[in-house]
């Protein structure tokens, strides 16, 4: 099994939302983050899982994170509301992480079995709306990667979001994720080192 990590901050503060709200708008970076986890188990915090086009990744299996048991999700099928990573323990299959920030901070910082081996590394240099509601940061979550992660890519660069990948220091990485990784990042993108 293999845990991915894939976020999109923006440059400088980390910020990836104010409110419930992404504070940019960027098309290609939407599309390559849903071609990525398209087909795969994903992993993410009740607000991330509202944000879903039609609450849905298409072909994906959807593990929404939440205390609140009583949560409805859109597929009973398909996706499956957890209070923990405890839920994933057997998990055999590659999950991917989606945020928000708790859900971020959990899996870089939590069970040794759960800890992202990849982490696509989104950074966007453009302007934040401004919104009403709390500013959201991932910092605590980029630090670990800092630390603890090595870039193993060129930047990814396509409509002011440069993205990288990295790896956890002293982990073997398997090779046909990275390949599918690096793919959908390739696509329309200036490369960069």
């Not at 999700?73 to 992480?97: C, M, N, P």
């Not at 870039?151 to 990485?173: L, M």
Request: glycine content about 8%; hydrophobic content about 40%; aromatic content about 8%.
């Amino acid at each position: 099994m293999t845990v991915v990590a894939m976020w999109c901050r923006h440059e400088g503060d980390n910020l990836i939302g104010i409110g419930n709200i992404i504070p940019w708008r960027v098309q290609s970076d939407a599309e390559h983050f849903l071609e990525v986890v398209r087909g795969q188990t994903v992993v993410c915090g009740r607000k991330t899982y509202e944000s879903l086009p039609n609450r849905t990744i298409e072909q994906s299996k959807i593990y929404v994170m939440t205390s609140d048991a009583m949560y409805e999700v859109a597929d009973a099928s398909f996706h499956q509301v957890i209070s923990g990573q405890r839920a994933l323990a057997d998990v055999e299959e590659d999950i991917y992480v989606a945020g928000g920030a708790e859900i971020y901070q959990l899996f870089m910082t939590g069970k040794e079995r759960l800890k992202p081996q990849i982490v696509v590394d989104c950074v966007y240099s453009g302007a934040v709306s401004e919104l009403e509601g709390a500013r959201i940061d991932i910092s605590g979550s980029v630090a670990v990667m800092e630390k603890n992660y090595r870039r193993i890519s060129p930047f990814y660069c396509q409509d002011g979001v440069s993205s990288a990948i990295w790896v956890r220091k002293g982990e073997f990485v398997e090779q046909s994720v990275l390949k599918r990784i690096v793919a959908v990042l390739e696509k329309g993108a200036e490369i960069r080192w």
